[in-house]
Each structure stands twice: as C-alpha cells, then as structure tokens.
C-alpha cells in the first residue's frame, strides 16, 4: 500500500521508519530492485534470495525472503550482510516463513511481549518499544544502554 519507507529528510530521526524487529525498514519497490541487482550481480550471490530490508543508513545487511521455489528453504526469512551469504533468520529451526514471521511480530506488540521465534524460543532482545518521537522499535529490556530515557516498554496486551 505504501511502497516501502523512504529514507527521512536529512537531520530527522530514523526511528519511525525503522519500525521492523533489528531496526529493520521496508524497502520501496526500487530500492528492493537495486539492492537484489547489487548483491546478485556486484556481490555475485546466487539469484532468489530478495531483500526486504535493510537498517535505515546503512545498506550492509538486512533481511530477505527466499524466493527459490526449488529449495526447501522457499518463502523463509533470512538475514544478508555484504561480509557472509544469506543465512536463514531462525538457526537451527525447519525455517521462519514470511507469512508466519509477519504474524508473530504482530503477535509481539499486540500482546506487550517479546519475540517468538519457531519452536517457542524466545527472543529476549526483542521487546518492543515506543521512542521519545513516537517511532517502534525493538530492545533488550535487560540491557539499559538500549533503552535510553525516553523509550517506553510495551509490557502487556493493548
């Protein structure tokens, strides 16, 4: 509906766009397109795994969606950075799939909770929270240099 996030006007704060678990944004439809260009054919990786995300200000790593229907793999999340190859976001598990990842982050802040991953494990560094300019994003409650003065644990249901 949106196309993604733009980056903010210079000076302005990066936290309402990066609303997604790890300081994640959506890319716009472009942007996804440059980015699946450069790590298939600059970075040479192999074709089908399609970028979603990356950290706003910083085009090093993000998130992507497998689109190989071949593989098992196919429809999971996985993580990207320019140094390794993709890797699935939920090691050691049969995989996160898109559909089922959207849902539990929306589960998280629906129920003022942290993260679950497949097979139940929690994912205690990510809480979400509310910041000073009205932006989401996510931390780990038990480490206060994340949560700076300001930022507003969401710890229940709304």
């Known amino acids: 509906?949106?196309?993604?996030?733009?980056?903010?006007?210079?000076?302005?704060?990066l936290w309402p766009t990066a609303f997604l678990p790890g300081?994640?944004?959506?890319?716009?439809?472009?942007?996804?397109?440059d980015a699946y260009m450069v790590q298939t054919r600059d970075w040479e990786r192999e074709p089908g795994h399609v970028p979603f995300s990356c950290v706003m200000g910083?085009?090093?790593?993000?998130?992507y969606v497998d689109a190989r229907p071949e593989e098992e793999s196919y429809g999971d999340v996985g993580?990207?950075?320019v140094e390794h190859e993709p890797e699935p976001l939920?090691?050691?598990?049969a995989g996160w799939?898109?559909?089922?990842?959207?849902?539990?982050?929306?589960d998280a802040l629906e129920q003022g909770r942290c993260l679950v991953g497949p097979g139940g494990r929690r994912l205690e560094d990510m809480w979400p929270a509310l910041t000073v300019?009205?932006?989401?994003?996510?931390?780990?409650?038990h480490d206060?240099?994340?949560i700076p003065e300001g930022r507003v644990l969401l710890d229940g249901p709304r």
């Open 144 to 146: 206060a240099r994340r």
């Open 23 to 33: 300081r994640q944004a959506w890319y716009s439809l472009d942007r996804l397109e």
């Open 90 to 93: 939920a090691q050691g598990s």
């Open 133 to 141: 300019c009205g932006g989401l994003t996510w931390v780990d409650p």
């Open 1 to 13: 509906l949106h196309d993604g996030i733009n980056e903010p006007a210079e000076d302005a704060s």
């Open 58 to 63: 910083d085009i090093w790593h993000g998130l």
């Open 97 to 106: 799939p898109l559909e089922r990842w959207m849902g539990d982050v929306a």
């Open 79 to 81: 993580r990207w950075t």
